[in-house]
C-alpha cells in the first residue's frame, strides 16, 4: 500500500479541498491534524438489525466532521471536539478489543476525516487475522479517490444519502454549492456499490455490501422522493435501504422554524409507501416515538440511554 499519511500533507479528502498540511499542524475545515480522535468506543445496539445483531455493533466515534448539520444528534463531539488522541497502533488494537467483546462488526463512525490513518489501522487488522467485518458509517460526503483508497478494506458501506438539493445542503449543513453534497454524495455511493455489491446478509448479520441510510426530515427538507427515486435508477430497487424517522430538533435547529418540529407520522407513511411502490423489499423502518432514544450524551461514560448501551 502506498504511504497513506501522504494524503494528510496536502489535506483533500472530502469535497472541500482545504489542502492543509495536516502533517505539519494545518488544520482544515473539519479541524483535525495528524492525530486520531475518538469520542467513544464500545458495544452499540442502536443500528439496523443487521449491523447491531444480539451482541452490539462494535461502534467507534471518532471526533469532528466534515459537515455541520444544524440539527446534529453528535455535535458534542462533531463540533465541539470531545475526544482522546490516540495513534493508529492503538485504533487497531480497539478493533481486536470490540471483536473479543463479541461485536458482530468494528463501526468505524464519521470516519473521513481520518481515512488514511483508518486504512492503516484496518490493514494492520486483518494482517493480523481479525475476524469480523468493517463498516464505513459515513455522512457521504466524500470523494472517490478518498474511498478507493478503503478498496478491499471495508466490509460494509453504511452512508447517508442526506440531501437532494444542494441549496438546502449548503443552509442546514454548511457544504458549498460549488461542492454540492448531493453531487459528491451520488458518486461516492456508486462507488460504495462497485466495490462492495449489494448488501449480503448471513445468520442475520450483515457480512458485506451496501446499506443506504436517508434520514427524513420535516417539510421534505431532505428531498427524499429524488433520492430514493435515484437509488432504484442508479442502485436498483433490491438496495437495502434505511428510512430513519430519529429527527429530533436539537443543537442549532431551533432557529430554523422548518426544523423546529418533529418528523410526521402522515410524512413518514407516505415515504414508506414510496418505497413500496418503486419495487423496494429490502427496507428498515423506524418507530416515530423512538427517536428520543437515538439521542446521546458524550459526556457520559456510556452516551446512550439503556435500550441502546451495552
Keep these: 500500500m502506498t504511504d497513506p499519511l501522504r494524503l494528510l500533507e496536502r489535506c483533500e479528502l472530502c469535497p472541500r479541498r482545504c489542502r492543509a498540511n495536516r502533517l505539519k499542524g494545518e488544520r482544515g475545515y473539519c479541524g483535525v491534524g495528524d492525530e486520531i480522535l475518538v469520542a467513544h468506543y464500545g458495544p452499540h445496539h442502536g443500528e439496523e438489525p443487521p449491523i447491531s445483531g444480539v451482541n452490539g455493533s462494535g461502534n467507534i466515534f471518532f471526533s469532528s466532521c466534515n459537515l455541520?448539520?444544524?440539527?446534529?444528534?453528535?455535535?458534542?463531539?462533531?463540533?465541539?471536539?470531545?475526544?482522546?488522541?490516540?495513534?493508529?497502533?492503538?485504533?487497531?488494537?480497539?478493533?481486536?478489543?470490540?471483536?473479543?467483546?463479541?461485536?458482530?462488526?468494528?463501526?468505524?463512525?464519521?470516519?473521513?476525516?481520518?481515512?488514511?490513518?483508518?486504512?492503516?489501522?484496518?490493514?494492520?487488522?486483518?494482517?493480523?487475522?481479525?475476524?469480523?467485518?468493517?463498516v464505513y458509517n459515513t455522512n457521504a460526503y466524500e470523494n472517490v479517490e478518498t474511498l478507493e483508497l478503503l478498496d478491499g478494506l471495508v466490509d460494509v458501506y453504511l452512508p447517508d444519502f442526506k440531501y437532494w438539493s444542494p441549496k438546502i445542503a449548503a443552509r442546514l449543513s454548511d457544504a458549498p454549492v460549488g461542492q454540492s453534497y448531493p453531487h459528491f454524495a451520488r458518486l461516492a455511493i456508486m462507488e460504495m456499490k462497485r466495490q462492495v455489491g449489494n448488501l449480503t446478509v448471513q445468520g442475520g448479520l450483515a457480512a458485506k455490501g451496501l446499506l443506504v441510510r436517508h434520514l427524513v426530515l420535516p417539510g421534505g427538507l431532505a428531498g427524499s422522493e429524488n433520492i430514493i427515486r435515484w437509488t432504484r435508477d442508479a442502485l436498483g430497487a433490491d438496495t437495502y435501504i434505511s428510512l430513519m424517522s430519529q429527527y429530533c430538533p436539537l443543537h442549532e435547529a431551533h432557529a430554523y422554524p422548518l426544523l423546529q418540529r418533529r418528523v410526521r407520522q402522515s410524512e413518514y407513511d407516505r415515504l414508506i409507501a414510496l418505497l413500496s411502490d418503486n419495487g423496494f423489499e429490502n427496507v428498515f423502518i423506524q418507530e416515530l416515538d423512538s427517536a428520543p432514544l437515538f439521542v446521546p450524551d458524550f459526556q457520559k461514560p456510556e452516551p446512550f440511554t439503556p435500550a441502546h448501551s451495552s
Excluded at 455541520?68 to 488494537?93: D, M, V
Excluded at 473479543?100 to 488514511?116: D, E, F, M, Q, W
Design 68 to 134: 455541520r448539520c444544524l440539527f446534529c444528534q453528535n455535535y458534542q463531539i462533531s463540533r465541539e471536539g470531545i475526544g482522546s488522541a490516540l495513534p493508529a497502533k492503538k485504533l487497531t488494537e480497539i478493533f481486536f478489543q470490540l471483536q473479543r467483546a463479541g461485536c458482530h462488526n468494528i463501526n468505524l463512525v464519521s470516519p473521513t476525516p481520518y481515512a488514511p490513518l483508518i486504512a492503516l489501522a484496518v490493514s494492520e487488522a486483518k494482517r493480523q487475522g481479525i475476524g469480523i467485518p468493517f
